[in-house]
């Protein structure tokens, strides 16, 4: 004859189960209590006075910046071109310092503010200088 | 459940039909969307840059006597592309430096070699060889050979495994052991450094030539360096080719050297 089906200790699986339910849910419910403001990116005076940026559509910068830089260093390095004229018409020598940190040289509260908040860390700074403008003139460190 | 030959047939050109549908509909989305800029733009040379069928260097080793002669030509390839000077003889980064005749041509070495040549300093560099062994021996193609002959390192995708360093017979190419940077004096802020784990060697100034300049080491040269392209019978280094009796490191192996020596 088959036993009656009951759950045994029922007050510890209960419990058990409801700990299990919020460690897993942890995540939803941890970063739901804090909203992060996305992070106010400066404009150097240079930029400014330039008003555009190498796309023209400064969302399309925001998203697609990396395939851009991706892009350049292919044709650079691979093709040997390093000139590019953009849909604005103008003229961009392809280099990560000597032009996107020309008008950016606010690296540390451009790129990096809004790559911190997106939890991304380039690796490029391995190599390419990141302040090419600020130690010209303090040349000997 | 049975399917008979002309339900699979059906069935089967159904879905390959909507498999193309849904891919060129993407591919369509894509060159609509975000690829659009790309298309527009326009990727180009300098106007001024210098360009040849394929770049070749030949050192007249009479006009570099002494390594005073040497020196300033090695320090000026060093310093603009940010060649670290190592403390340690074993972790050595060099794209051009100095060696001596028993090394640079080993074959030609014999006891009675002429006293002038047994103490020259020698400059030795990358060859850009015609057939580089090292380009097939890279198994991500960070090494390649671009159209204009030059033997380059795309940086961005050496892996660090080495093959290159073993498979070139000249010792052109050096390893970052450590991280470089603290072992650069001057850094030239136009040009990256490299990193740790990768390998490295000279590049022709790929960069310069971008912009119409001659190679660095060419112009620090004194005239002792000349640049041409080996392909244009009516060029300058074809003329000095022409007139000058000259030789290459390792011609037996067959990677058709482009730096050519008179001695």
Same mark, same amino acid.
């Given at each position: 004859?088959?036993? #009656? ?10 419990a ?10 942890? +995540?939803? =419910? ?9 992070? #106010?990116?400066?404009?150097? #005076? %240079?930029?400014?006075?330039?008003? #555009? ?18 892009? =350049? ?8 071109n ?24 606010? %690296? ?6 809004c ?5 991304v860390? +380039?690796?490029? =700074? ?5 302040? +090419? ?9 | ?12 050109g ?8 849904a891919t ?9 969307g ?8 326009? &990727? ?5 840059? &210098?360009?040849?069928?394929?770049? *070749?260097?030949?050192? /007249? ?31 050595? !980064? ?25 103490? &020259? ?28 002959? !030059?033997?380059?390192?795309?940086f961005?995708?050496?892996? @660090? ?17 450590? /991280? ?16 740790? @784990? ?24 004194? *005239?002792a360096?000349i ?13 000095? &080719? ?8 390792k011609?037996?192996?067959?990677? *058709?050297?482009? !730096?050519?020596?008179?001695?």
């Open positions: 004859m088959l036993k #009656e089906k009951r759950i045994f200790n029922k007050k510890l699986v209960i058990g189960l409801i700990i299990f339910i919020g460690v897993i849910t942890f +995540p939803f =419910w941890f970063n739901h209590a804090k909203v992060v403001a996305p992070p #106010e990116v400066k404009l150097t #005076e %240079k930029a400014k006075e330039a008003k #555009e940026c190498v796309l023209p559509d400064k969302v399309k910068m925001r998203g697609n910046h990396m395939q851009l830089l991706d892009m =350049w260093r292919d044709t650079v390095v691979r093709d040997g390093r000139k590019y004229i953009g849909t604005n018409g103008k003229e961009y020598e392809m280099s990560l310092s000597n032009t996107c940190l020309d008008c950016h040289s606010n %690296k540390a509260d451009f790129c990096d503010k790559h911190e908040y997106a939890s860390n +380039p690796y490029c =700074w391995d190599c390419h200088i990141d302040n +090419p403008k600020e130690t010209k003139n303090n040349e000997t460190q | 459940m049975k399917r008979n030959r002309r339900e699979f047939l059906k069935l089967a159904i879905t390959t039909a909507s498999v193309i549908g060129s509909g993407l591919t369509m989305a894509e060159a609509s975000s690829g659009e800029a790309k298309h527009k733009a326009i &990727l180009a040379k300098n106007q001024k840059a &210098l360009t040849a069928k394929r770049w *070749g260097m030949v050192i /007249d080793t009479t006009k570099l006597q002494t390594a005073s002669d040497i020196e300033p030509i090695i320090s000026a390839c060093h310093k603009i592309h940010n060649v670290p000077e190592m403390t340690n003889k074993n972790h050595e !980064i060099k794209w051009i430096w100095e060696e001596e005749f028993k090394h640079v041509f080993a074959e030609q070495e014999h006891e009675l070699v002429n006293e002038r040549l047994r103490h &020259l300093p020698f400059l030795v560099l990358c060859n850009h060889c015609k057939n580089p062994p090292c380009v097939r021996a890279c198994p991500t193609n960070a090494t390649f050979q671009t159209k204009e002959g !030059i033997v380059m390192m795309d961005h995708r050496c892996i @660090g495994c080495r093959f290159c360093m073993a498979a070139c017979p000249y010792g052109s190419r050096s390893f970052n052991f450590q /991280d470089p940077r603290p072992f650069i004096k001057e850094t030239n802020k136009e040009f990256p450094t490299r990193m740790k @784990g990768v390998v490295e060697k000279c590049n022709l100034c790929a960069e310069r030539l971008a912009v119409g300049k001659l190679p660095f080491c060419v112009e620090a040269s004194n *005239g360096i640049f041409g392209d080996l392909d244009d019978p009516q060029s300058e280094i074809r003329e000095v &080719l022409n007139t000058n009796y000259t030789i290459r490191r011609p037996a192996l067959g990677t *058709g050297p482009s !730096i050519y020596y008179i001695v």
